[in-house]
């Protein structure tokens, strides 16, 4: 997810590392609080920044910008990306199209819309987890990277959760994997409109074969959606959707119904401090069995050590680098993930 509900881009939490800012009102709080205090206020800063830079339509790579954004490293380029030039007149300049090709696996590649138009304030303020994000975050693109390498794991029915506006993960088990059915999922009404055109434009361009492949808003928080996808997914899948307090509990939850008792789930999500831990921590307490995996990618891990010699100013393991978590309703892992 990584999901900035300001500006519409994924965001993380701020690093320990950044500013104290507005000291003044934390220093009758207990450590705990000062550190919550003072990570609120720098990602509300940040937040505001990009928006009033958006808005300007000033360039959001711009040196202040860069100072305030936590998505200094983007990619760990395990995919090529082509822009696509059409001369069909049905097709507007807010569409513009670009082809994500897998580096390892180049047989395998997915077209995705890369400008969705205006940005619409009273969207950007008032939707729900608004994901707005046009591009493939780094989460995003290891779990699909991960899911064309293990492509033979996957079979049967399989959801993603929280992919935002592009689903590329879940597009490309439904493009390399021999499966029967995946569900692309999140939880603004917006980001599935768009996956929806990406459903229509990979379908159109003979990429799914038989899979069935569909998307619909799943609210993790909401009963309605849970219980109508109860125990029917062989796999469930999720990338970077830990951060937000108010949500894990439910995705934790949403997991665990919506697998079958035979299923597993694959999250992908970085440490960003604490989050991790308490994901699985309520992953226990929910009876889900947790085997958790720092080093799972040679290639992914090479980028990795590469960009941890670059510092901190451009890579932060604790919030770019993903861990892949397997979850499993029975007593004993899938051994085959390894």
């Not at 509900?5 to 993380?12: D, I, L, R, V």
Request: hydrophobic share 35%; glycine share 6%.
């Amino acid at each position: 997810m990584e999901r900035d509900n300001s500006t519409g881009e994924k965001t993380q939490p701020a690093s320990s590392t950044g500013p104290n800012i507005n000291e003044d009102i934390c220093t009758d709080n207990s450590r705990t609080a000062l550190v919550e205090t003072c990570r609120t206020v720098d990602v509300a800063r940040a937040r505001w920044t990009l928006l009033r830079q958006v808005l300007r339509q000033k360039q959001v790579d711009s040196p202040e910008v860069k100072q305030v954004s936590v998505r200094r490293f983007a990619t760990f380029d395990l995919f090529t990306r082509r822009r696509l030039v059409t001369e069909d007149p049905s097709v507007t300049s807010d569409d513009q199209w670009v082809e994500y090709r897998s580096v390892c696996s180049p047989e395998h590649s997915a077209l995705l819309r890369d400008n969705l138009g205006p940005l619409r304030v009273n969207e950007v303020l008032n939707s729900f987890d608004n994901t707005g994000n046009v591009c493939v975050w780094p989460s995003e693109e290891v779990m699909a990277h991960y899911c064309l390498q293990k492509s033979h794991i996957f079979k049967g029915a399989v959801c993603e959760l929280g992919g935002g506006m592009t689903c590329l993960a879940g597009l490309m088990v439904a493009i390399c994997a021999d499966v029967k059915e995946v569900l692309l999922s999140d939880g603004n009404e917006k980001s599935i409109q768009n996956v929806r055109e990406l459903v229509r434009k990979n379908r159109q361009a003979g990429k799914f074969g038989s899979t069935c492949v569909s998307a619909r808003v799943v609210r993790w928080d909401c009963e309605s959606d849970i219980s109508a996808l109860e125990g029917h997914y062989d796999i469930v899948m999720c990338a970077d959707c830990l951060f937000l307090d108010q949500y894990r509990a439910s995705l934790v939850d949403a997991i665990r119904r919506l697998l079958q008792p035979n299923g597993m789930a694959l999250v992908f999500a970085p440490l960003r401090g604490e989050t991790l831990r308490m994901f699985c921590q309520l992953a226990q307490q929910a009876g889900l069995c947790i085997s958790q995996h720092q080093k799972y990618d040679a290639q992914v891990w090479d980028v990795h050590l590469k960009m941890q010699r670059e510092g901190k100013e451009a890579y932060d393991e604790n919030i770019h680098y993903p861990h892949r978590i397997t979850l499993t309703k029975g007593p004993q892992l899938v051994s085959h993930t390894q």
